[in-house]
Protein backbone atom coordinates (compact mmCIF):
# COMPACT_ATOMS: atom_id res chain seq x y z
CA UNK A 1 0.00 0.00 0.00
CA UNK A 2 0.94 3.49 -0.35
CA UNK A 3 0.70 5.85 1.85
CA UNK A 4 -1.73 8.40 2.27
CA UNK A 5 -0.39 12.05 0.58
CA UNK A 6 0.58 14.62 3.30
CA UNK A 7 -2.66 17.24 2.93
CA UNK A 8 0.18 20.00 4.20
CA UNK A 9 2.79 19.08 1.13
CA UNK A 10 2.08 21.52 -1.59
CA UNK A 11 1.16 19.38 -4.84
CA UNK A 12 3.36 19.05 -7.47
CA UNK A 13 1.26 20.68 -10.46
CA UNK A 14 2.02 20.18 -14.04
CA UNK A 15 0.76 22.41 -17.03
CA UNK A 16 -2.54 21.64 -18.47
CA UNK A 17 -2.44 20.85 -22.15
CA UNK A 18 -2.91 23.82 -24.20
CA UNK A 19 -3.31 26.02 -21.39
CA UNK A 20 -2.39 30.05 -21.07
CA UNK A 21 0.18 29.42 -18.51
CA UNK A 22 3.70 30.15 -18.71
CA UNK A 23 5.79 26.71 -17.89
CA UNK A 24 8.20 27.94 -15.10
CA UNK A 25 10.40 24.75 -16.50
CA UNK A 26 10.11 25.48 -20.17
CA UNK A 27 10.06 29.11 -20.42
CA UNK A 28 12.87 31.56 -21.73
CA UNK A 29 13.91 34.94 -21.06
CA UNK A 30 11.26 36.90 -23.07
CA UNK A 31 8.34 34.60 -21.97
CA UNK A 32 9.60 34.85 -17.88
CA UNK A 33 9.66 38.83 -18.84
CA UNK A 34 6.01 38.66 -19.40
CA UNK A 35 5.14 37.96 -16.08
CA UNK A 36 4.37 40.96 -13.75
CA UNK A 37 7.56 41.58 -11.45
CA UNK A 38 9.92 40.01 -13.40
CA UNK A 39 12.24 41.86 -15.31
CA UNK A 40 15.74 40.48 -17.34
CA UNK A 41 18.15 39.98 -13.79
CA UNK A 42 14.91 37.51 -12.28
CA UNK A 43 14.71 35.88 -15.58
CA UNK A 44 18.17 35.47 -16.18
CA UNK A 45 17.87 34.21 -12.03
CA UNK A 46 15.49 31.49 -12.31
CA UNK A 47 17.12 30.49 -15.72
CA UNK A 48 20.50 29.43 -13.87
CA UNK A 49 18.42 28.45 -11.08
CA UNK A 50 16.85 25.93 -12.80
CA UNK A 51 20.23 24.76 -14.85
CA UNK A 52 21.52 24.26 -11.67
CA UNK A 53 19.06 22.81 -9.10
CA UNK A 54 16.96 20.91 -11.75
CA UNK A 55 13.29 21.69 -12.59
CA UNK A 56 10.72 23.02 -10.27
CA UNK A 57 8.20 21.10 -8.55
CA UNK A 58 5.29 23.32 -7.89
CA UNK A 59 5.20 26.99 -8.82
CA UNK A 60 5.93 28.02 -5.35
CA UNK A 61 9.13 26.32 -5.52
CA UNK A 62 10.18 29.62 -7.79
CA UNK A 63 10.00 31.25 -3.94
CA UNK A 64 13.99 29.30 -4.31
CA UNK A 65 15.04 32.24 -6.51
CA UNK A 66 16.86 35.16 -4.54
CA UNK A 67 14.88 37.81 -5.14
CA UNK A 68 11.54 36.25 -5.42
CA UNK A 69 9.38 35.82 -2.12
CA UNK A 70 5.70 35.19 -1.23
CA UNK A 71 4.89 38.58 -2.24
CA UNK A 72 6.42 38.51 -5.79
CA UNK A 73 5.26 35.11 -6.26
CA UNK A 74 1.54 36.27 -5.41
CA UNK A 75 1.54 38.80 -8.05
CA UNK A 76 2.19 36.01 -10.99
CA UNK A 77 0.92 32.52 -9.68
CA UNK A 78 -2.20 32.36 -11.54
CA UNK A 79 0.30 33.13 -15.04
CA UNK A 80 2.67 30.29 -14.16
CA UNK A 81 2.86 26.47 -13.93
CA UNK A 82 5.89 24.08 -13.21
CA UNK A 83 5.33 21.42 -15.89
CA UNK A 84 7.67 18.15 -16.24
CA UNK A 85 10.58 17.94 -18.16
Known amino acids: RRPAPDPAAPMAMGC ?3 G ?3 DLNRADRA ?3 TLSGIGPALAD ?3 ADR ?3 GPFETPEAVTRVRGIGARSLA ?3 EQVCAGTR
Request: proline residues 11%; charged residues 30%; without cysteine.
Open 16 to 18: PPG
Open 20 to 22: AQI
Open 31 to 33: QLE
Open 75 to 77: RFR
Open 51 to 53: SEN
Open 45 to 47: RII
